[in-house]
C-alpha cells in the first residue's frame, strides 16, 4: 500500500490567492482527518469525516478555510484567499474504525508558505 | 474541550531509559495513542492503551491509568534515532453522539534528545 498521499508537498502562494491542498487516503480506511501544524499551536485537527461525511468542523479556523471529500479516495482542503498567518505543514491522516488497535496513518504533509 | 499535557523537552544518553508523561482532561475518552515524529517527518504511530494497564512492544511500553487521566510512554535502550518529538494524542467522541469512533486530538509533543 502506497500510505496516505499528499499533494503537492511544498506549496508557496501570495497572499491572497487560493490555496488547493489533496489527499488520497488509504484504500479501504472510512476516515479521514486534516490536521495543521505549527511550531507555536502543535498539530490541531481542523476537520474529520467519515465516510466522505464531514462529521466535525469544529478546527477550521475561518470561512477561508473549506474541506471536500467528494469520494472515498480523494479529499481537499481549500484556503480562499490565504493569508501569511495560514502558514504551517497540513497533515492529512486516515484510519479504519474497528474493534481492534488502529493507528491513524500520516501522509507527508504539505508544507504551505504564504508570503 | 479537552487538555493535554506532557513535558517540552527530555534528555537522556544512549543505552539509558526515558519515561515520558501525560496527563489529560477531555470530555470524552476512547483510547489514548503515542505518536513518534522526526523533525520533517509525519508523526507515525507507537501504541496505543485503551484499558487500564501496560502495554510492551518491544523497547518501547505504554502505561495509562483511566481513573487518574494519566499515561506514560517508556522508551528502553535508548538509542541515537530515538531523538524526535513524542506526542501524546486521546480520541474522542464527538459531542452530540454522531459519530461514537472519535476523533484524535494531540498534546504539544515531548522532544527527546539521545545525547551520546
Known amino acids: 500500500d502506497a500510505g496516505v498521499i499528499q499533494s503537492p508537498r511544498h506549496e508557496v502562494t501570495e497572499m491572497g490567492q487560493e490555496v488547493t491542498l489533496r489527499c488520497k487516503p488509504i484504500?479501504?480506511?472510512?476516515?479521514l482527518f486534516w490536521y495543521r501544524q505549527t511550531m507555536m499551536r502543535g498539530l490541531e485537527l481542523l476537520i474529520y469525516f467519515n465516510n466522505n461525511v464531514p462529521i466535525d468542523d469544529s478546527g477550521m479556523p475561518e470561512d477561508r478555510f473549506s474541506a471536500k471529500m467528494p469520494n472515498a479516495s480523494f479529499s481537499t482542503l481549500k484556503i480562499q484567499p490565504s493569508e501569511p498567518r495560514d502558514s504551517a505543514v497540513y497533515f492529512c491522516?486516515?484510519?479504519?474504525?474497528?474493534?481492534?488497535?488502529?493507528?491513524?496513518?500520516f501522509g507527508s504533509g504539505t508544507r504551505l508558505t504564504v508570503v | 474541550g479537552q487538555n493535554i499535557d506532557q513535558p517540552t523537552e527530555m534528555t537522556a544518553t544512549e543505552g539509558a531509559i526515558v519515561q515520558i508523561n501525560c496527563t489529560y482532561q477531555t470530555s470524552g475518552f476512547n483510547g489514548l495513542f503515542w505518536y513518534q515524529q522526526h523533525a520533517g517527518e509525519a508523526p507515525t504511530f507507537l501504541s496505543y492503551?485503551?484499558?487500564?494497564g501496560l502495554e510492551e512492544k518491544g523497547r518501547f511500553s505504554s502505561f495509562l491509568s483511566r481513573s487518574k487521566g494519566y499515561s506514560y510512554l517508556l522508551l528502553k535502550e535508548l538509542q541515537m534515532k530515538d531523538s524526535a518529538s513524542y506526542l501524546c494524542?486521546?480520541?474522542?467522541?464527538?459531542?452530540?453522539?454522531?459519530?461514537?469512533?472519535?476523533?484524535?486530538?494531540f498534546g504539544a509533543g515531548t522532544q527527546v534528545v539521545v545525547t551520546p
Open positions: 492503551n485503551v484499558l487500564d
Open positions: 484504500s479501504g480506511h472510512d476516515y
Open positions: 491522516a486516515s484510519s479504519l474504525a474497528t474493534t481492534g488497535v488502529d493507528g491513524y496513518t
Open positions: 494524542a486521546v480520541r474522542e467522541p464527538t459531542l452530540g453522539g454522531t459519530d461514537s469512533w472519535g476523533k484524535l486530538q
